[in-house]
Nanobody, 115 residues
Framework: QVQLEESGGGLVQPGGSLRLSCAAS????????MGWYRQAPGKQQELVAS???????NYVNSVKGRFTVSRDNAKNTVYLEMNSLKPEDTAVYYC?????????WGQGIRVTVSS
């Protein structure tokens, strides 16, 4: 079993920055993919960014150039650096990890972009 602990969310003004972290613990032996999803009020959950074991990244178009996903394999941690935040980035962000074909989810962390 894998447990995920997210941190770094909160309230930020438009144009500001936040850094989300997600640390995996438990039965870690070969994490393939790590990433972030989000769900805004009244909207479906969407993939924000992901990074695989080879470092290949993928982003939803709306965050390209503003968000950066990275991972520290030694710490089993994935990060999401969010810059130039917009009110439409307001959502609950969920960490996601794929290991041996199983998908694990964090509990979610709220990001609010508002003046």
């Amino acid at each position: 079993q894998v447990q995920l602990e997210e941190s770094g969310g909160g309230l930020v003004q438009p144009g500001g920055s936040l850094r989300l972290s997600c640390a995996a613990s438990g039965s870690i032996f070969n994490i393939y993919g790590m990433g972030w999803y989000r769900q805004a009020p009244g909207k479906q959950q969407e993939l924000v960014a992901s990074i695989n074991s080879g470092g290949l990244t993928n982003y939803v178009n709306s965050v390209k150039g503003r968000f950066t996903v990275s991972r520290d394999n030694a710490k089993n941690t994935v990060y999401l650096e969010m810059n130039s935040l917009k009110p439409e980035d307001t959502a609950v962000y969920y960490c996601n990890v794929i290991q041996s074909g199983r998908v694990y989810w964090g509990q979610g962390i709220r990001v609010t972009v508002s003046s």
